[in-house]
Protein backbone atom coordinates (compact mmCIF):
# COMPACT_ATOMS: atom_id res chain seq x y z
CA UNK A 1 0.00 0.00 0.00
CA UNK A 2 1.08 3.66 -0.80
CA UNK A 3 0.26 6.64 0.57
CA UNK A 4 0.48 9.83 -1.18
CA UNK A 5 0.39 13.18 0.31
CA UNK A 6 -0.22 16.33 -1.63
CA UNK A 7 0.85 19.49 -0.71
CA UNK A 8 1.46 23.30 -1.81
CA UNK A 9 -1.46 24.63 -4.26
CA UNK A 10 -3.08 27.73 -3.29
CA UNK A 11 -4.62 30.85 -4.93
CA UNK A 12 -2.32 33.05 -7.77
CA UNK A 13 -3.14 35.96 -10.10
CA UNK A 14 -2.63 35.05 -13.87
CA UNK A 15 0.79 35.13 -14.76
CA UNK A 16 2.19 33.73 -11.39
CA UNK A 17 4.01 30.55 -10.05
CA UNK A 18 2.99 28.08 -7.64
CA UNK A 19 4.05 24.16 -7.04
CA UNK A 20 2.30 21.10 -5.75
CA UNK A 21 4.25 18.24 -4.40
CA UNK A 22 3.88 14.71 -3.43
CA UNK A 23 5.61 12.51 -1.39
CA UNK A 24 4.58 9.23 -1.71
CA UNK A 25 5.34 6.71 1.29
CA UNK A 26 7.03 4.12 -0.75
CA UNK A 27 8.72 2.91 -3.80
CA UNK A 28 6.61 4.12 -7.25
CA UNK A 29 7.33 3.25 -11.01
CA UNK A 30 5.23 6.13 -12.78
CA UNK A 31 3.45 8.98 -10.82
CA UNK A 32 1.49 11.64 -12.26
CA UNK A 33 -1.17 14.34 -12.08
CA UNK A 34 -4.08 14.70 -12.85
CA UNK A 35 -6.56 17.87 -12.41
CA UNK A 36 -9.96 18.14 -12.40
CA UNK A 37 -11.99 21.77 -12.94
CA UNK A 38 -15.65 22.13 -11.76
CA UNK A 39 -17.65 20.63 -14.40
CA UNK A 40 -15.08 18.89 -16.65
CA UNK A 41 -13.79 15.97 -16.70
CA UNK A 42 -10.44 14.74 -15.03
CA UNK A 43 -7.18 15.31 -17.41
CA UNK A 44 -3.75 14.37 -17.31
CA UNK A 45 -1.37 16.99 -16.42
CA UNK A 46 2.18 15.24 -16.74
CA UNK A 47 3.66 12.11 -15.59
CA UNK A 48 7.19 10.86 -14.54
CA UNK A 49 8.48 7.55 -14.88
CA UNK A 50 11.08 6.39 -12.77
CA UNK A 51 13.22 5.73 -15.44
CA UNK A 52 13.04 9.51 -15.91
CA UNK A 53 10.50 9.64 -18.88
CA UNK A 54 8.19 12.66 -18.54
CA UNK A 55 5.17 13.58 -20.70
CA UNK A 56 3.11 16.85 -20.22
CA UNK A 57 -0.41 17.32 -21.34
CA UNK A 58 0.19 20.90 -24.64
CA UNK A 59 -1.92 22.70 -22.51
CA UNK A 60 0.94 22.82 -19.75
CA UNK A 61 3.73 22.31 -22.16
CA UNK A 62 6.62 25.23 -22.13
CA UNK A 63 5.12 26.40 -18.47
CA UNK A 64 4.91 23.74 -16.20
CA UNK A 65 8.19 21.40 -14.88
CA UNK A 66 8.31 18.23 -13.04
CA UNK A 67 10.87 17.19 -10.75
CA UNK A 68 11.49 14.19 -8.74
CA UNK A 69 14.05 13.50 -5.19
CA UNK A 70 13.96 9.56 -5.81
CA UNK A 71 15.67 9.23 -2.63
CA UNK A 72 12.63 10.38 -1.06
CA UNK A 73 10.03 9.14 -3.38
CA UNK A 74 8.94 12.83 -4.14
CA UNK A 75 7.33 14.73 -7.12
CA UNK A 76 7.08 18.46 -7.49
CA UNK A 77 5.42 20.28 -10.20
CA UNK A 78 6.32 23.89 -10.78
CA UNK A 79 3.70 25.75 -12.35
CA UNK A 80 4.80 28.85 -13.80
CA UNK A 81 2.97 31.59 -16.31
CA UNK A 82 -0.60 29.97 -14.79
CA UNK A 83 -4.01 30.90 -16.25
CA UNK A 84 -7.06 30.82 -15.47
CA UNK A 85 -7.68 27.88 -17.03
CA UNK A 86 -5.22 26.15 -14.50
CA UNK A 87 -7.97 26.52 -11.69
CA UNK A 88 -8.48 22.93 -11.04
CA UNK A 89 -7.86 20.31 -8.57
CA UNK A 90 -4.84 18.79 -8.71
CA UNK A 91 -4.56 15.22 -8.11
CA UNK A 92 -1.36 12.94 -7.60
CA UNK A 93 -1.63 9.15 -8.97
CA UNK A 94 1.02 6.90 -8.63
CA UNK A 95 2.00 3.22 -9.09
CA UNK A 96 3.97 0.67 -8.59
CA UNK A 97 4.28 -1.79 -11.96
CA UNK A 98 6.76 -1.53 -14.34
CA UNK A 99 5.66 -0.92 -17.41
CA UNK A 100 8.61 -0.30 -20.03
CA UNK A 101 10.61 3.09 -20.58
CA UNK A 102 8.49 6.02 -21.26
CA UNK A 103 4.98 3.99 -20.61
CA UNK A 104 3.85 6.33 -17.95
CA UNK A 105 0.53 7.49 -19.93
CA UNK A 106 -2.45 9.70 -18.68
CA UNK A 107 -4.50 6.51 -18.39
CA UNK A 108 -6.19 6.94 -14.98
CA UNK A 109 -7.09 3.03 -14.33
CA UNK A 110 -3.46 2.61 -14.43
CA UNK A 111 -2.64 4.52 -11.37
CA UNK A 112 -4.10 1.95 -7.90
CA UNK A 113 -2.59 4.86 -5.52
CA UNK A 114 -4.49 8.54 -5.36
CA UNK A 115 -3.96 11.60 -3.10
CA UNK A 116 -6.59 13.65 -1.94
CA UNK A 117 -6.48 16.54 -4.16
CA UNK A 118 -4.79 20.17 -3.35
CA UNK A 119 -6.47 22.83 -4.82
CA UNK A 120 -5.53 25.45 -7.44
CA UNK A 121 -6.78 28.76 -8.19
CA UNK A 122 -5.55 31.38 -10.50
CA UNK A 123 -7.49 34.65 -10.84
CA UNK A 124 -7.59 36.93 -13.61
Known amino acids: QVQLVESGGGSVQAGGSLSVTCAAS?????MAWFRQAPGKEREGVVTFGNDGSTKYADSVRGRFAISKDGAENKMTLQMNTLKPEDTAMYYC?????????????????????WGQGTQVTVSS
Open 26 to 30: AYTYC
Open 93 to 113: AADQRWRGWGRCDFVEYEYKY
